[in-house]
């Protein structure tokens, strides 16, 4: 009987889906499900339980990826939903392809070219990011480092107080550093540590992710308030 390559992709993930079902519960049967790539804005998987019947959607990034890193994502996918340990070596191995130098830059190119970023300017109320950050650029990069984007955060987070984008090259603070209360170090600090990561990009290490590498972290310990910056920033959310 012909099948066309689609018809032969759904159905080895279908088996594939099936093998990892029953590897982690071998008793219970295999209930209805629907598999499907889909167009993530990046390397996102996600499994729901609705009614009874499951449903899986792969990033598209991962088409014509290997039997084993499919088995991989699924394994972790079924195991998180039904709360049960996920084995160390489907995790590796995920991780170590999802890792990859290629599948990264792809994986930032799709993020370019189907994310969203948005803009809340770089002009807070009491503090200018561009101003910040041009004025660190002359202190501890003689002012070579190309500025990316800047922007403040749309809300004032406390879990996520920064974070560099490198697939929109934005650096974004948040809002709730744009106080008179803040002292100009905390800030100064924050984006410190974001423009650092422009300099030394996460890099795979074996199987794991090298995000705050030795040289990072010997370049951080330069800046004068280090101490006194990660002292305010632990009673951050205490600021009135």
Do not use: C
């Not at 990892?20 to 167009?39: K, M």
């Not at 489907?90 to 799709?110: D, N």
């Not at 561009?130 to 990316?148: I, K, S, T, W």
């Not at 800030?187 to 705050?212: A, D, N, Q």
């Amino acid at each position: 009987m012909y099948e066309d390559a689609d018809e032969k992709m759904t159905s080895s993930l279908s088996q594939i889906f099936i093998q990892a079902y029953r590897d982690l519960r071998p008793i219970a049967p295999v209930p209805e499900f629907e598999i499907s790539f889909y167009r993530f804005a990046n390397i996102n998987n996600t499994i729901r339980l609705r009614q009874g019947r499951l449903f899986v959607r792969l990033s598209d990034l991962l088409e014509g990826a290997p039997e084993p890193v499919l088995y991989a994502i699924l394994h972790i996918l079924i195991a998180k939903l039904y709360r049960k340990p996920i084995d160390s070596a489907p995790a590796t191995h995920y991780r170590k392809f999802t890792s990859s130098k290629a599948m990264a830059e792809k994986a930032q190119l799709i993020r370019q070219l189907r994310g969203r970023k948005r803009i809340e300017g770089s002009k807070g109320r009491h503090y200018d990011l561009d101003e910040v950050f041009e004025a660190l650029n002359l202190r501890f990069f003689h002012g070579l480092m190309a500025r990316p984007q800047m922007t403040w955060s749309g809300k004032q987070s406390l879990r996520r107080l920064g974070h560099y984008d490198a697939a929109h090259n934005t650096i974004v603070v948040s809002r709730i550093f744009d106080r008179a209360v803040v002292p100009r170090y905390a800030i100064e600090y924050l984006v410190y540590h974001e423009m650092l990561h422009l300099r030394h990009p996460v890099k795979l290490r074996g199987s794991r992710r090298s995000v705050h590498p030795p040289a990072f972290q010997e370049e951080e310990k330069l800046f004068p308030q280090l101490a006194e910056a990660k002292q305010f920033l632990k009673h951050l959310g205490n600021l009135d």
